[in-house]
């Protein structure tokens, strides 16, 4: 005999009633809890990258070609059985097809996760979210204001691995924001690029124009990178590298054409900031131009930009004081320490920077 069932949420008989909502024929259903899954998965998702990453198995693909479990264990020496649950994993998330038992890479993978890529992100990944130990410390952080472990105690060992990993997608974006400033036709430009990283704004410009020259600071530690990509890329006898923290090294007054200021000002609370962007101007001759580029979070409308959000969580959670600051902010202060004709532009996706100018008359 047929018994009636209860429905799923009994709670809602009396109060989702037509006679009390008033919309005939609906039912009133929860939301799903598909975005809270999405977030608990994100640690494994994150993690399984890394792993695959640091197997080699991407790389291993692209040596051997399409395969199934047991030959791309082979070819790495591991457990095909542990294997294959990884790497399935990786299908699921679209870094990998499988096609017939056998892996294969696709076109994000070719781009972006074989380490001979064209805008290679495999070094990138296991540091972009910054120490991981800080993230299981995160609401402890938020309590004291300040994270037990801020990447200011050890900068080298953070900064390294990170401007290494981060130097191809920069250096695209440095050499694409040619089309919207136009520094190649600048007459012997003058760069001064400071937290240079791996330089890769510096040496766009120099491999732009043949007769640029560029100072590129960063922290002793650190410069050893930027001189590495300068020798790499052939111009290193026109840079003179400063090492040394970049509030503190000298700087000329009125003697640079361009300041490049990029991914610096979201490791400063905004004092920070604006002392970055008055050292830039005081740098600056008349007409010459700062580069701030960074992520930027549109306060109004937080979903415009949920990277730049995102970037700032993960800043609060591994620095002293640093935050991803508004467009509001950024063109104000821009604005504040005299700098005219003031723009966004974006050379590739998601990469954002400011481009302003300095008066003929300095009004300061």
């Known amino acids: 005999m047929f018994e009636p069932r209860d429905p799923a949420y009994p709670e809602l008989k009396k109060t989702h009633t037509a006679a009390r909502v008033g919309r005939p024929w609906t039912d009133y259903k929860p939301p799903p809890a598909a975005p809270v899954w999405g977030v608990i998965e994100g640690l494994g998702r994150y993690h399984t990258l890394c792993a695959a ?39 699921v998330m679209g870094l990998l097809d499988r096609v017939h038992g056998r892996y294969e890479l696709n076109d994000t993978t070719r781009r972006y996760l074989v380490t001979d890529g064209p805008a290679s992100m495999a070094s990138l990944v296991p540091v972009a979210p910054g120490p991981h130990e800080n993230w299981g410390r ?4 938020v309590r004291r204001g300040r994270p037990a472990t801020p990447i200011e105690d050890d900068p080298a060992a953070f ?10 997608t920069t250096f695209r974006t440095a050499s694409r924001a040619d089309l919207k400033m136009r520094y190649s036709a600048l007459r012997a430009p003058r760069v001064l690029d400071l ?7 510096a040496i766009a410009v ?32 026109r840079a003179e590298v ?29 004092v920070g900031a604006r002392r970055l962007i008055d050292r830039a101007f005081r740098a600056l001759r008349p007409e ?36 991803c600051h508004s467009h509001a902010d950024i063109s104000g202060w821009l604005a504040d320490a005299g700098f005219e004709a003031i723009r966004l532009i974006e050379p590739i996706g998601f990469q954002q920077a400011y481009v302003a100018t300095k008066p003929t008359a300095d009004l300061h």
């Open 288 to 323: 010459g131009r700062i580069v701030l580029s960074d992520y930027f979070v549109n306060a109004d409308e937080l979903g415009a930009n949920p990277h730049a959000v995102l970037m700032g969580t993960t800043v609060m959670a591994s620095t002293a004081a640093g935050r």
């Open 195 to 201: 937290g240079a990283g791996g330089a890769p704004w």
């Open 138 to 141: 995160l609401a402890d952080t």
């Open 53 to 91: 990453l640091e197997l080699g198995v991407f790389d291993a693909i692209e040596r051997i070609g399409p395969c199934d479990a047991a030959g791309l264990s082979a070819e790495l020496d591991v457990s095909a059985t542990h294997l294959e649950a990884l790497v399935d994993a990786v299908v």
């Open 159 to 168: 900064y390294v691995p990170l401007v290494e990993g981060t130097f191809t």
């Open 242 to 270: 400063r090492a040394g923290d970049y509030f503190e090294i000298a700087i000329e007054d009125d003697a640079y054409d361009l300041v490049v200021l990029g991914h610096l000002c979201r490791a400063e609370p905004p």
């Open 206 to 237: 120099l491999s732009a124009v043949p007769d640029a020259t560029a100072v590129v600071n960063d922290l002793p530690g650190v410069v050893g990178v930027a001189e590495a990509k300068l020798a790499e890329h052939g111009v290193a006898d």
